[in-house]
């Protein structure tokens, strides 16, 4: 069992900083590549039809009975890491603005379906989850990286994409439950 609160940030987090892998990004095409989602059916974010397509990347979502890679403080202690089901829950309970503003959102992260159901499941989240377990989305995008415990995971992130190419990209993402707020704020500029 965990001894934090999952849905909870401690205050003590260490603020990650730009280190430009993201600069790139901007006016890149979305690969043509088909990802499993939780919903049992494989999409290709390059074709997604809404006028907006809104895809969150995170590291790992955790789980209440198992402590994350590496242990609670040291995982707290990577900039960046922490955050992963209060920023998915922050974009569940502001699913219907998004949907409002014609955004289609997915969460995207390199842990397998099976995992990223469980989550769907436990968090109630309106929305897929997209596996990238093979890294094939994130390495034809050169999207940042880490490793911990031996496992790739991809860095806090938020692409946004209209027609299959990337308009904005949020990064790094801090703190992570704020991301959906600040999505909404950029997606309503550009309706006026």
């Excluded at 969150?56 to 209440?64: E, N, Q, S």
């Excluded at 490793?147 to 992130?157: D, S």
């Excluded at 299959?164 to 959906?180: C, Q």
């Amino acid at each position: 069992m965990r001894s934090d609160n999952l849905h909870a940030l401690p205050d003590d987090l260490p603020v990650p900083r730009d280190d430009g892998a993201c600069d790139h990004l901007p006016g890149t095409r979305l690969p043509t590549i088909a990802l499993p989602a939780t919903s049992g059916e494989s999409v290709d974010l390059s074709g997604a039809g809404t006028p907006w397509v809104v895809v969150y990347c995170y590291p790992r979502t955790g789980k209440p009975d198992q402590e994350p890679l590496g242990g609670t403080p040291a995982w707290n202690a990577l900039p960046g890491a922490r955050g992963c089901t209060p920023q998915s829950c922050a974009y569940r309970d502001h699913h219907a603005q998004l949907h409002a503003l014609g955004a289609s959102v997915y969460g995207l992260s390199a842990q397998d379906t099976e995992y990223q159901r469980e989550a769907v499941e436990r968090l109630h989240l309106p929305f897929r989850l997209l596996s990238d377990a093979r890294l094939a989305f994130a390495g034809a995008l050169r999207l940042p990286t880490f490793t911990v415990a031996g496992q790739v995971l991809i860095r806090r992130l938020t692409l946004i994409a209209r027609a299959g190419r990337i308009e904005k990209v949020f990064y790094p993402v801090y703190p992570a439950d704020s991301d959906a707020e600040r999505v909404i704020a950029w997606l309503a500029a550009r309706k006026r």
